[in-house]
Structure formats: structure tokens, C-alpha cells
């Protein structure tokens, strides 16, 4: 199994920013694929962000294009997700979690899961 630690949540007024990081334990960090998901009340688990092997290949969901950046750092074992002009609608529990090789936007699919953190957006 692949821990994952996700921190920097909180609470930030509309327009601000937060910047959301998974430190990652174990070996063969450059082989995983690495997600972003959130959770609102009411609502299913959605993909926010995903990142391929080595960056080769990124995804955002429509509502966050633009406005978040998805990345890794290889040599510090670490997933970042960097998120400016925030708004209420991204106030949500936010996830990392990780996969071996494929890509894959589909909760289901991801194997290990980080606890997740607190987005708070006021308006």
C-alpha cells in the first residue's frame, strides 16, 4: 500500500487562493498516476485533476480549467494541486489518491486514497 498525506486546506474568501499538497510514501512514485477528487454535501465524488507518469498527461474539470494547476515534484515525492480565484462552489473535502501507470479521471478506479482535507470558500 501508498500512503498519502494531503494538507493545506482551510478556509479562504472568494478570489483568494490555497495551494493543496499529497506527500507520498513508497517506492515507484514516478510510475503512479496521481488524482485530485472533492467531495461536496449531496453530491458524488468528482475528479478535479488528474496527472499522468512523469507529466505527460493532465486533466481539469471544466468548472476549475483556468483557474487550477496540477503538478509533481519526482525528486520530493509530492503531488501539488495550486488553486487561485476560488470560489463557493469549490468549498468541498478535497482528496489525493493514486493509481499504478493508466491515467484515469474515475474515482473507482484509483487504488490508494489520502484522508482527505477541508476547503472552505466564504463569499
Known amino acids: 500500500e501508498v500512503p498519502l498525506q494531503a494538507s493545506g486546506g482551510g478556509l479562504v474568501q472568494a478570489g483568494g487562493s490555497l495551494t493543496l499538497s499529497c506527500a507520498v510514501s513508497?517506492?515507484?512514485?514516478?510510475?503512479?498516476?496521481f488524482g485530485w477528487f472533492r467531495q461536496a454535501p449531496g453530491k458524488e465524488r468528482e475528479g478535479v485533476s488528474c496527472?499522468?507518469?512523469?507529466?505527460?498527461?493532465?486533466y481539469y474539470t471544466d468548472s476549475v480549467n483556468g483557474r487550477f494547476t496540477i503538478s509533481r515534484d519526482n525528486a520530493k515525492n509530492t503531488v501539488y494541486l495550486q488553486m487561485n480565484s476560488l470560489k463557493p462552489e469549490d468549498t468541498a473535502v478535497y482528496y489525493c489518491a493514486a493509481r499504478r501507470s493508466y491515467y484515469s479521471t474515475d474515482p473507482n478506479v484509483y487504488d490508494y486514497w489520502g484522508q482527505g482535507t477541508q476547503v472552505t470558500v466564504s463569499s
Open positions: 513508497g517506492s515507484g512514485f514516478d510510475d503512479y498516476t
Open positions: 496527472i499522468g507518469t512523469n507529466n505527460r498527461l493532465v
